[in-house]
């Protein structure tokens, strides 16, 4: 099974050191790991804005795998990396297996009450608001409940591990949790010899 590995890792220095890194987890699990900064399926027209030929790259590779494993570790800010969350929703809509990871276990709530400092306030039914009186999400959640939801709906998993903050994008714990449960849902649809029409 082909995995479109989606995170923000595509900024850091050393990307493609951690992309292989990913690749090899994914390899030992039966999986074959498909990075963003990898050469697209399909090369995006070269009149195209570079920006542009980076999203459809990006869309040609999703297209192209079976799966998805997003990297949702708080991207500055409280919540994931808003290009992973696209393109795991895009995933999502086409039907097929995402699961998600953060290397920050901490819920949404407390994370968002973090950020925002003294401008998160308490509200008198128990519940929290920023400075312009907007709710908090308080659901126990692991980020907003799309994300979550999303997820869950396709019956996938979202790991969560509390990283060394300075290992928190090249710690492959929660990662690798990802892959093994991918690599179970593979089995479970593998039909068992004995069910095989003589």
């Not at 808003?82 to 998600?100: K, S």
């Amino acid at each position: 099974m082909r995995v479109y590995l989606a995170g923000p890792e595509v900024f850091l220095p050393d990307a493609l050191d951690v992309a292989a890194a990913k690749k090899r987890i994914c390899a030992a699990h039966g999986l074959e790991g498909v990075f963003p900064l990898d050469t697209p399926p399909q090369a995006p027209p070269a009149d195209r804005p570079y920006w542009m030929r980076i999203y459809l790259g990006n869309e040609a590779h999703i297209r192209s795998c079976g799966a998805l494993i997003a990297n949702l570790t708080p991207f500055r800010g409280p919540s994931a990396d808003a290009g992973t969350v696209y393109e795991l929703g895009f995933m999502r809509a086409l039907g097929r297996p995402v699961m998600g990871y953060s290397n920050a276990a901490a819920d949404f709530l407390d994370r968002t009450r973090a950020f925002l400092g003294p401008q998160a306030r308490p509200r008198a039914d128990g519940g929290w608001e920023d400075a312009e009186a907007m709710g908090l999400e308080d659901f126990g959640l692991a980020d907003n409940l799309m994300i979550d939801g999303g997820i869950e709906a396709a019956g996938g998993g979202f790991e969560r591990f509390d990283a060394a903050p300075m290992q928190r994008w090249r710690d492959f714990t929660a990662f690798e949790k990802c892959c093994l449960r991918l690599k179970a849902m593979g089995e479970e649809r593998r039909p068992s010899p004995s069910s095989a029409v003589p």
